[in-house]
């Protein structure tokens, strides 16, 4: 069973940044493609950024150019960069990892941690 933690989430002003953290246990993580996802109020959750095993990185166009998703496979540990940050970015930020990777698409696993909340506000 795959455990999963997020954490870095907190109030920030708007042009602002947050680094997310995410931590994966009990599976091989480097083998792992990983999503990061968010739910913003009253809306579905959303992709937000996907890194495959290889280090293949894919983004939702609201986010290009602002987020940077990387992993270190050391610690088995994924990292969400969030920079110029917006009141649109405010949402609870989910670490998905083991969905599966392929071009134009990530698709969720069902490994899911408890989120941690973003607050973008002035």
């Not at 997020?6 to 602002?16: F, H, I, L, S, W």
């Not at 913003?40 to 290889?54: F, K, T, Y």
């Amino acid at each position: 069973q795959v455990q999963v933690a997020e954490c870095g989430g907190r109030m920030v002003q708007p042009g602002g940044s947050l680094r997310l953290s995410c931590a994966a246990t009990g599976g091989m993580f480097s083998l792992y493609h990983i999503g990061w996802y968010r739910q913003g109020p009253g809306m579905q959750r959303e992709l937000v950024a996907a890194i495959s095993n290889d280090g293949s990185t894919k983004y939702t166009d609201s986010v290009k150019g602002r987020f940077t998703i990387s992993r270190d496979n050391v610690k088995n540990l994924v990292f969400l960069q969030m920079n110029s940050l917006q009141p649109d970015d405010t949402a609870v930020y989910y670490c998905n990892p083991g969905g599966m990777y392929n071009i134009g698409t990530y698709t969720q696993s069902t490994y899911w941690g408890q989120g941690t909340q973003v607050n973008v506000s002035s």
